[in-house]
């Protein structure tokens, strides 16, 4: 079989058992458990993936050699069957793992030896790399099949991804119960979405805010905004100004580039605007950066000095809360459609980007603003 039919294989038997562990063995039960269930890192499920989807194709390599560097015929690329197969796997099924391959991830990049249970990966957490690896070893060791292992983890994450759905349901009607109150104020929105970027991490949050802004009120500014870019994507590989880009309705040249900041802008922070600004293949004419953080003065002196040396582009420095604020009583008639822009981007962010909790809260503390909770 190749890895396709591999895959479909293993996906129709992980429903057909889908309320019923296949393994027997409780110590590795907990182990894919763990690995699947692990919200703040979810690497480890994609990296078993790939491993056992080598071993399956080919049944003489080692599990714990997913890269070529180490070199020998029992070692393979895990990466290519990650991209090359898993990818269209999990997005077809819809599967909460990493939406890129694992072996980008820093703690698993560059690496040129087994991964075997006595070399400690270092990422976070420590428990999560743990278990994937003993995993791996109880493949080699053939205390478990590679395929009864990959069923089981298909297994998990499919209970996994139903039961997130089921919650997002249940959520997303109990809004639909309270759609015929007063519309929330512009004021009960900025404390609302204040409370949510209060969240742990919420560094994607501030992108989404501005994004909002031109998703609800784009026509009436005759100005769109671009795709956004990934959230671990830095701006030298896609080639783009900011966070968010703005173009003129019917035009594809950038005119408005913002840049979010969770802490303080720095003269150092202008000074790569301006380098950037330097390359860009059009004029730009505002140059914004939006910080949660304390503005400080002289860099916004600072800042103002280039209008001049860059022949009219402007560069300042807007406060996230405060630009919001006044979007929201500017377009206070459209206060509802910026609110559900922003959950709708909200929602459709990868969990890498926000997780699931980020996204429950967010609908948990819409209900409780609209039902007056």
Not at 167 to 186: E, V, Y
Not at 285 to 292: E, G, K, S, W
Not at 335 to 362: C, G, H, I
């Amino acid at each position: 079989m190749n890895p396709q039919e591999i895959l479909r294989g293993i996906y129709e038997r992980a429903v057909a058992t889908l309320n019923t562990t296949v393994i027997p063995d409780p110590v590795i039960r907990e182990r894919v458990d763990y690995v699947c269930r692990c919200m703040s890192n979810r690497a480890g499920a994609r990296l078993l993936m790939s491993c056992l989807l080598g071993k399956l194709d080919k049944p003489g390599v080692d599990p714990r050699k997913p890269y070529t560097e180490i070199g020998g015929a029992d070692s393979f690329s895990g990466r290519t069957y990650d991209e090359r197969f898993l990818t269209k796997f999990i997005n077809e099924h819809r599967l909460p793992v990493n939406i890129t391959t694992a072996f980008l991830t820093p703690t698993l990049r560059n690496i040129d030896h087994p991964l075997t249970t006595d070399r400690e990966l270092i990422g976070r957490p420590r428990e999560l790399y743990k278990k994937t690896l003993e995993l791996l070893a109880d493949v080699f060791e053939q205390k478990i099949a590679a395929d009864v292992l990959f069923v089981e983890t298909v297994r998990v994450l499919l209970l996994l991804r139903d039961e997130k759905l089921a919650r997002m349901n249940s959520l997303l009607k109990a809004l639909k119960r309270t759609g015929g109150a007063l519309p929330l104020s512009s004021e009960a929105i900025v404390t609302l979405i204040s409370q949510h970027l209060a969240c742990k991490n919420a560094s994607r949050l501030p992108v989404l805010v501005v994004s909002a802004a031109y998703r609800a009120a784009g026509k009436c500014l005759s100005e769109r905004m671009l795709p956004l870019n990934p959230h671990n994507a830095a701006d030298l590989q896609t080639g783009s100004l900011g966070d968010v880009e703005i173009c003129l309705v019917g035009e594809g040249a950038v005119v408005t580039a913002y840049e979010m900041k969770m802490k303080r802008v720095t003269q150092d922070d202008i000074d790569a605007a301006v380098v950037k600004l330097s390359k860009a293949s059009n004029k730009i004419h505002n140059y914004l950066f939006v910080t949660t953080d304390v503005i400080d003065p002289n860099v916004i002196e600072y800042a103002a000095t280039f209008y001049e040396k860059t022949d009219g582009t402007e560069i300042a420095i807007l406060d996230c809360m405060g630009f919001l604020r006044h979007f929201l009583h500017l377009f206070h008639r459209i206060r509802m459609n910026y609110l559900n822009a922003y959950q709708t981007l909200v929602l459709n962010e990868p969990d890498s980007a926000v997780s699931q909790t980020l996204k429950e809260v967010f609908l948990a503390l819409r209900h409780a603003a609209e039902s007056g909770e």
